[in-house]
DNA sequence: AATGAATGAGTGTTCATTCAT
DNA sequence: GATGAATGAACACTCATTCAT
C-alpha cells in the first residue's frame, strides 16, 4: 500500500506522494501541477515524463492502489475460513491501510464517482470482494439462502470506510487496527439473518 | 428536500438544481459557471445576482440541505421511542432523500471534505443526530454504558450513505424505502453489545 | 478586400487585422494569441469568444480573404473579353489587392501548404479563375488547342505573385497599378503559341 | 544539392535530411527538435552537437542550399551564351533541383521571409543570378535598354518557383525536366520587347 | 433582476535547451 | 560524439468575474 520512494532515480515516487496528499486535501480538480511539482520539488515538466495528463496520473493512482488495497483485503479475509473471522480481517484490512498512509486510504476509498467510472470495467474491486466472501457464506451456509448480498456488501463497505473518515477527522480516537475485532464482532451480528 | 422552483419569477432554484445535478456528476471544482447557466438556461452573469461566487452558491446548497436533512432525521428518528424503531427511522431518512432528489441526496452525503470545512462549526449534522440517538439509548439503558458511540455513529452514517450511493450506482435494485425495516433490523443488531 | 474596422462593436476586425499582420511578419505558429491580443489592444480571452483556437482565425482570415480574391480577380478579368485585355485584368487584380491591403494580400497568397490544406477542398481559388479563363481562350481559339493549361497557369500565378513579394520586399519601385499594362502584354506573349 | 548521409558517423546528414522534409511539411516554427529526433533516430540532445538552436539549423540548411543552388542555377544559365538558351537554363534548374529534392528545394525556394532575413545580406540569391543574366541581355542588346530588370527577374523567378510548387501539389504532371524547352520558349517571348 | 461580451489571472501542457552519464 | 531525463519559461486556452446595457 505504500508508494516506494526510495527506487531508482526517478522522480516518480516523489510525485506520486505528493499528488496523493494533495489530490486528497483539496480534490484532483482543485489541485494544480504546480502544486504537486512543488510538493515533489520536481519540475512541472517533468510529470509530463510519466503521464500524459493530470488525469492519467490520478487515475493510474486511483488503478494501482484500488487493485492493491482490494487484494489485501482478499488476503486479509481469507487468512480466517468462518465468516465472522472474515469480516474481521476486512475492518482489519481498512485499518491497516489507513494506519499506513492514510491519504492513499482516503483516496482510493473516497475518490469522486467521475474519477471512479474512468477506471476498467473490469477491475476487482473491494465490493466485489466483500460479496464475493459473503456469497461463499451463503454456500457454507453461514448466512441464510435469501440473503440480499448487494445490501449486505454496501453496508459492510459503507461502515469500514466511513469508519477511516471518522478517524481522520478526529471523531474516533485511538488506533484503528486495535478497533478491528469489535467492528468485525458488530458486522459478523450486522449481516446474520435477515 | 426539494429546492422549490415555483416561487416568484427570480431564476435562483432553476439555477440551484442545475448546480446540484452537475456538482454531483462532475464535482463542484469541475464544474463551470458556464455550465451551470447553460442548465439552468440563464445567462452567465445571473447567477451573481443571487451570490458572490461559485463556491458560496455551493456551500449555500450544501448548509441549507444539510440542515435541512439533519431535521428530517431527527424527526424521522424520534417518531419511535425505541432504539430499534428509532434506527430504522434513521435508514428510512436517508431512503426517502434520496427517492426524492437524488442528487441532492448524494451531494449533501458525499461532498468533499475540503467543502465541508466551509460550514460552519457549530451546524448540526447527521452525525450529531445518531450520536444523540445512541447517548439517549445509553441513558435508557438500551445500550451499554461503555458504548464507543462515536465508532458506533459512523457505522451507522458510513452503511446508510454507502446504501444510498450503491443504490445510485445499480449495485443495489428497488425503492429504497421498502429496505428500511430490513437496514433497521440490522443496524439494531450492529450497536447492540460490544 | 479590406476588413472592416468601423462595423458594430465587437472587437472582431480589429482582432483580424492585427492577426493578418503579425501572421505575415511572423508566421502563424510564431504569432502568440498575446501578441495578437496586445495589437488588437484586446483581452487573451476575447478572442475566444469569436474562434475556438489560434488555428481557426488563421483559417477563417484565409478562407474568406482567399474567397474574395478570386471573385474579384475573376471580376476584373471578365471586364475584358479578349485573353490579353483578361491578362491584364489579372494583373491589375493583384496589383490593386497588393496596394489595398498589403498585408492580406501576402498572407493570401503566401501561406504555408500547411494552412492551405485545412481548406475546403470546394474552394475557388485563384488557380482555378485563371485556368477556367485559359480554357475559355482554348475555346475562342485564342490559345492553340493542345496548351498546357496547367502549366500556364502555374507561369502566371507564379509572376503575378512574386511581383507582388518583389513590391513588399522593395526589389520593385513604384505603384503596382502602373505596372499592370506591361504585366499583361508580357503574360499575354508568355501564353501564346506553344 | 542532395545532402550527403554517407559522410563519416556523423548523425549531421541524416539530421538534416529530416529536417528539411519535416520543415516543408510542417514550417520550421512548427517542427519540433522531438520531432527531428524521431524522425533522424537520434537522441534529443544529439542536434545540439552541432547546432546552438533550430532556428541555426534552419538557416545553415537554407543558407548552404541556396548558395548551392544559386551556383548551379548560374553554371546551367551560362552553358548557353544567348538569352533564351539561358532562360531555358534557368528553367532547367528548378526542375533538376526539383527533381533531386523535393523537399530541399521547396524549402530554399518557399521559406518563409522571416528566415530570408536571417541570412547574410552579401548572399547571392537565385533573383541577383537572374537579375545578372539580364543585364548582359541588354548589353548584348537583347534586351531594350529600358527593361524593367527587376520586374522582369520577378516574373521569372515567379513562374520557376510556381511552376515547382505545382508539380509538388500534382496540379501539373510529368517531368519538370521534359518541360523546360517549353518554359525557356515562353520565358524568351515574356522578357522580350516592353 | 437579467444579460452576455469582455476581461486577465491562472491552468494544463509543450518544447527548446541543459547536463550527468 | 551521443544520450535522454530533467528543466522551466512560454504557450494556447479556460473560466470566474465584471459591467454597460
Redesign the interface.
Known amino acids: 500500500m505504500i508508494i516506494d520512494e526510495s527506487k531508482q532515480d526517478t522522480k516518480l515516487p516523489a510525485i506520486m506522494n505528493a499528488a496523493v496528499r494533495l489530490f486528497?486535501?483539496?480534490?484532483v480538480?482543485?489541485t494544480t501541477i504546480r502544486d504537486i511539482a512543488k510538493a515533489a520539488k520536481v519540475a512541472e515538466g517533468t510529470l509530463y515524463r510519466h503521464y500524459d495528463s493530470k488525469e492519467e496520473l490520478a487515475r493510474d493512482i486511483l488503478q494501482k492502489n484500488l487493485a492493491t488495497f482490494s487484494e489485501f483485503m482478499e488476503r486479509k479475509a481469507r487468512e480466517k475460513s468462518t465468516l465472522p473471522g472474515r469480516l474481521e480481517g476486512l475492518a482489519r484490512a481498512f485499518a491497516e491501510a489507513y494506519e499506513e498512509n492514510q491519504d492513499l486510504a482516503r483516496f482510493i476509498l473516497?475518490s469522486?464517482?467521475?474519477e471512479m467510472e474512468r477506471l476498467p470495467k473490469s477491475m476487482r474491486l473491494p465490493?466485489h470482494v466483500v460479496h464475493d466472501i459473503l456469497k461463499e457464506a451463503v454456500a457454507a451456509r453461514e448466512l441464510p439462502a435469501g440473503a440480499?448480498l448487494?445490501?449486505l456488501?454496501?453496508?459492510i463497505?459503507?461502515?469500514?470506510?466511513?469508519?477511516l473518515?471518522?478517524k481522520a477527522?478526529g471523531?474516533?480516537?485511538g488506533d484503528l487496527r486495535d478497533?478491528a475485532p469489535?467492528?468485525g464482532?458488530?458486522?459478523a451480528?450486522?449481516?446474520?439473518?435477515?
Chains 1, 2, 3, 4 share one sequence.
Open positions: 486528497v486535501e483539496s480534490g480538480a482543485s473516497f469522486h464517482a467521475a465490493r440480499d448487494d445490501l456488501q454496501a453496508l463497505i459503507g461502515s469500514c470506510s466511513r469508519l473518515l471518522a477527522y471523531e474516533v480516537k478497533k469489535e467492528v464482532r458488530r458486522l451480528r450486522l449481516v446474520e439473518g435477515k
